[in-house]
């Protein structure tokens, strides 16, 4: 496969509970390997026991390097990364993958009050995260001109067909969508086969369908917001749903007692400074919990509520609480997270 590519800044913060021996007459297939700088893995049901592994892996590898060679911000004969590298201000033609990706994106900006940008990159490069690395916090004369070159509704023009840059510095970056676009993509391919009952993982985001090997829905794990405890706070049965999660407790550092998460607010140029910790998401797909799962950890849980709540999308926020150095913290859901979870 090619290099690997949508290195996500977000932590695996998702796991699947292990699962119990399958019941006599079904196949559990199970694959795994790496891809978008991160690891996948699949579990599914073959009740029939017709399907060939070695085949449904070829076919798994074929759909997860077409993303790559659309998406794929390290490779650079990619779409994206040639249309990152134009300057003209023409409609540049894309597949309808990343049309559908890029519209997935626009709604999600939309929504979010343009917390979520996929365009958002030299501001995390500039605090970081990305590419440039430092002791020094970036001056507002930087960040101001990290600014200038972001802002998806101001720099770019989404359609059906084609991307057009309305400024010619702009640039796309899909860590935070592109990933979860991956797990639907290999979730199609395992339906092509007509495989019913299964769970697709990439790197924490992932699409379940069916039932597991007991008969229930898939059993998965959301883990405890700390940065040295991988403990799971929480498992939530998940079937016919994408999940995903975002957090900010892996990827930060402090600076004169004030802590800096990797969450940038793309209407700021700045860390997010509120409480909350993480944010899972189920909804119809992988790429939409992927992209709601980052928007909805910029907002923050006050406003994050009202989103999902008037989307009805399920999701679960988790806040820090208590003194600086102590740990607590308090969990707030959607209302149709609470319904799926009655």
């Not at 793309?266 to 509120?274: D, E, I, L, S, W």
Request: proline letters at 4%.
């Amino acid at each position: 496969m090619p290099n690997p590519i949508l290195l996500s800044r977000r932590s695996l913060l998702v796991m699947p509970i292990a699962l119990a021996a399958c019941k006599k007459g079904w196949d559990v297939l199970e694959l795994s390997g790496l891809t978008m700088g991160t690891s996948y893995s699949i579990v599914a049901v073959d009740h029939s026991r017709s399907v060939d592994k070695a085949e449904l892996a070829r076919a798994v590898d074929a759909s997860l390097i077409r993303v790559n060679t659309q998406m794929s911000n390290w490779d650079a004969t990619s779409e994206i990364s040639r249309f990152n590298a134009s300057t003209g201000a023409e409609p540049f033609a894309v597949s309808p993958e990343l049309a559908e990706v890029m519209l997935a994106a626009q709604e999600v900006n939309t929504e979010s009050d343009g917390r979520f940008d996929v365009t958002v990159g030299p501001l995390i490069d500039l605090w970081g995260f990305g590419a440039r690395t430092g002791s020094d916090l970036p001056s507002d004369a930087q960040i101001a001109d990290a600014l200038a070159c972001c802002g998806q509704s101001q720099t770019l023009r989404v359609s059906d067909r084609s991307l057009q840059k309305t400024r010619p510095e702009a640039e796309v970056y899909l860590s935070a969508i592109g990933k979860g676009f991956g797990v639907d993509q290999v979730a199609r391919t395992l339906a092509d086969f007509g495989l019913t009952d299964y769970m697709v993982e990439i790197g924490g985001d992932l699409y379940t369908a069916g039932r597991n090997p007991d008969g229930q829905p898939w059993q998965i794990g959301i883990e405890s917001p700390e940065a040295f405890d991988r403990g799971v706070m929480q498992v939530v049965g998940v079937s016919g749903l994408g999940m995903a999660t975002s957090g900010d407790y892996r990827n930060f550092f402090e600076r004169d007692g004030k802590r800096y998460s990797h969450i940038i607010d793309a209407t700021t140029g700045r860390p997010v400074t509120h409480h909350t910790a993480s944010v899972t998401v189920l909804t119809e797909n992988a790429m939409m919990a992927d992209a709601w799962a980052t928007a909805l950890l910029a907002v923050g849980t006050k406003r994050g509520l009202e989103i999902a709540n008037d989307r009805e999308m399920a999701v679960l926020f988790v806040d820090r609480s208590g003194e600086a150095g102590q740990i607590g913290h308090v969990t707030e859901a959607s209302e149709r997270f609470k319904a799926l979870q009655a």
